[in-house]
């Protein structure tokens, strides 16, 4: 079975300023899929970024980017230039088949 | 990206009711349905796998009996918590998945309050 951890259940930053959130995985499989996703205090579910296992160069969306070193099984988030609109929980995701498995989240409040 | 909306988005209902939470793709065909779980301030659990046509697949400890789930058309996925109890207070999401894409498309949430 696939599990996800993320080790930071809080985190803060400044406007403007870079955060990192970590995310390890572990899974015996080969072809797979990472996500990332927000959950502002709305609690849609809002996809930020994802990453096929089988691309070397780490995805890149606007502010959005990830750090993806399979064979350490790690996926972090970076976000730059912090914005106040950032502040939400954030999940990391792993889909190998049809199913995503979540870690435990990590709650990021971006402060003026 | 595609658009799953869910109804109702608040219930309230009494103890020993039933309650249905509809989750619809409205502009593509959701060959598979996902149904949530989560707590305050933790994270998604998968309580069910449904496929169009075909018997939901569980997760383990999920009672089968208590969350009855439909998926009878490809742009519609229902979940019934039959004879609610005040612990299955919740908030319950779902999410669409098309066989052509890696993604999964997630609904605004249900939140279930039982009294």
């Known amino acids: 079975a696939q599990t996800v951890t993320q080790s930071q259940p809080e985190m803060s930053v400044q406007e403007a300023e870079t955060v990192t959130l970590s995310c390890t995985y572990d899974?015996?499989?080969?072809?797979?899929?990472l996500f990332w996703y927000k959950q502002p205090p709305s609690r849609q579910m809002i996809l930020v970024i994802r990453q096929e296992a089988y691309k070397q160069q780490n995805a890149t969306e606007n502010r959005f980017s990830v750090n993806f070193q399979k064979a350490a099984k790690s996926f972090s988030l970076k976000i730059s230039d912090s914005q106040l609109g950032d502040t939400a929980m954030y999940f990391c995701?792993?889909?190998?088949?049809?199913?995503?498995?979540f870690g435990e989240g990590t709650q990021l409040t971006v402060n003026p | 990206g595609a658009v799953v909306s869910q109804h109702p988005s608040w219930v309230i209902c009494k103890s020993g009711t039933s309650v249905k939470i509809e989750c619809r793709s409205l502009d593509f065909q959701a060959t598979t349905m996902f149904w949530y779980r989560q707590f305050p301030k933790q994270s998604l659990m998968l309580m069910a796998t449904?496929?169009?046509?075909?018997?939901?697949?569980?997760e383990q400890g999920v009672e089968k009996d208590k969350f009855l789930i439909n998926h009878a058309s490809l742009t519609l996925s229902t979940l019934t918590v039959t004879s609610a109890h005040p612990e299955d207070s919740s908030f319950y999401i779902c999410?669409?998945?098309?066989?052509?894409?890696?993604?999964?498309?997630f609904g605004p949430g249900t939140r279930l309050t039982v009294t």
């Open positions: 899974t015996s499989e080969s072809n797979y899929y």
């Open positions: 995701a792993f889909r190998g088949g049809s199913r995503l498995t």
């Open positions: 449904s496929n169009e046509g075909s018997k939901a697949t569980y």
């Open positions: 999410s669409a998945g098309g066989g052509f894409s890696y993604e999964q498309y």
